[in-house]
């Protein structure tokens, strides 16, 4: 068995922490199986991101390098980790499941005559083979599963191992050629929202959940979503946590009813939407069903206000229900954070 490590440089060089706990990974699954490793990173002038892991372990460094490698693009990606494979001879590929990453590796198996197999939440080895755990179904069922077909190439999901941490040194790298017909295609740039519009934060410790509660009529027999986008903007601002919202609330805008206009599909947590990590989270104006629920089941300590004393989250969801109004304690919350 050969193994090999695949990573791409960020545009300062180094490599991102999700390269570095998929590099940790790596290290233990080789360990586990009794077999050498070899890095290949892809990058501008990768040679100071192989020094600085120079000491993780692996047998031999390879690099495939140049300004055409610096950006995320199928065609070059592609062919770069193509060159790295059949340099090392792979039968079996780790590589962190980025965007960049997940939108090259299934083509790349399909280039090697390999498999991929895409969310790997956990590598081990079971009988002195490789095995690998993901889920189904809407993260419902977990599998633990192994593959006969190589080179098996595996998007191996962030926060399953601890970065790899250690000293830097010479690598000495090989370089590998790669010949590249002209790219068609030009990256012309990047376009993201200002950090403060970036609502989804998957590095913050709470994820702030609105439901369609913020959009419905209250007491007073008024709908308040202007107050509701400002005390939901407000909590973010001050809180810095992740925003999640049900598929009711962000259905609404495609009914043509008030909405919340910085809430989109992404930010969708549940069965058919995202299932994030966070230590913490804090459910608002929500009922707690069971389909947006199970998008909770990676989440630390749970916490939900709705008025209804006999929701979803009352109902063994969540650790501390508060049966409340959420505009007036998100104001006070505001109040209480301001500083
Ligand atoms: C196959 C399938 C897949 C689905 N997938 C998902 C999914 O991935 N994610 C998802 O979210 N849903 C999903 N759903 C929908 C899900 O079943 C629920 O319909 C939805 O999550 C309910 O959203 P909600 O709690 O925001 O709205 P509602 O059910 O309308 O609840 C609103 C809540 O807000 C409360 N409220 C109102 N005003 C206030 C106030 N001032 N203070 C405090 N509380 C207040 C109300 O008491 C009520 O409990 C799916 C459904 C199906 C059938």
Redesign the pocket.
């Known amino acids: 068995m050969s193994i090999l490590f695949l990573a791409h440089t960020e545009p300062d060089g180094t490599l991102a922490k999700s390269a570095l706990e998929s590099l940790a990974a790596t290290v233990q699954l080789a360990q586990s199986l009794g077999t050498p490793f070899t890095v290949g990173l892809i990058g501008e002038t990768p040679g100071p991101a192989a020094d600085a892991i120079a000491t993780c372990g692996a047998q031999k460094f390879l690099t495939v390098s140049g300004p055409e490698f610096s950006q995320a693009r199928y065609a070059t990606d592609a062919a770069a980790a193509e060159a790295l494979c059949r340099a090392a001879a792979a039968t079996l590929v780790t590589a962190p499941a980025t965007s960049r990453w997940n939108r090259v590796l299934p083509g790349l198996a399909h280039r090697l005559g390999g498999r991929a197999d895409t969310h790997v939440t956990g590598v081990g080895v079971s009988n002195g083979q490789p095995c690998v755990s993901r889920w189904f179904y809407r993260q419902r069922m977990e599998a633990v599963f192994t593959r006969s077909t190589r080179p098996w190439i595996l998007a191996l999901e962030g926060g399953i191992a601890a970065p790899w941490q250690g000293a830097a040194g010479t690598a000495h790298p090989d370089a590998v050629a790669v010949t590249l017909a002209a790219p068609r295609t030009q990256v012309t740039g990047f376009e993201a929202p200002a950090a403060d519009q970036q609502t989804i934060r998957p590095d913050a410790e709470l994820l702030f959940v609105t ?4 959009t ?1 009529k ?1 007491a007073d027999g008024e709908v308040k979503v202007a107050e509701a986008e400002t005390l939901i903007r407000e909590f973010l601002r001050l809180s810095r946590s992740s925003l999640g919202s ?4 962000v259905d609404l805008g495609g009914e043509g009813q008030s909405v919340l206009p910085f809430l989109s599909h992404l930010n ?6 995202s299932t994030p990590r966070h230590a913490k989270g804090l459910s ?9 629920t199970v ?1 909770w089941r990676f989440i630390g300590e749970r916490r939900a ?4 004393a006999n ?1 979803g989250w009352a109902r063994g969801k969540a650790d501390i229900l508060y049966v ?4 007036a304690v998100m104001a006070k919350v505001n109040a209480l954070l301001a500083p």
Do not use: M, N, Y
């Open positions: 439901g369609a509660g913020w419905k209250q049900t598929k009711s609330l969708q947590i549940g069965q058919t939407g608002t104006c929500c009922h707690g069903e069971e389909p947006h998008g206000i709705s008025l209804d929701c409340a109004d959420a505009f």
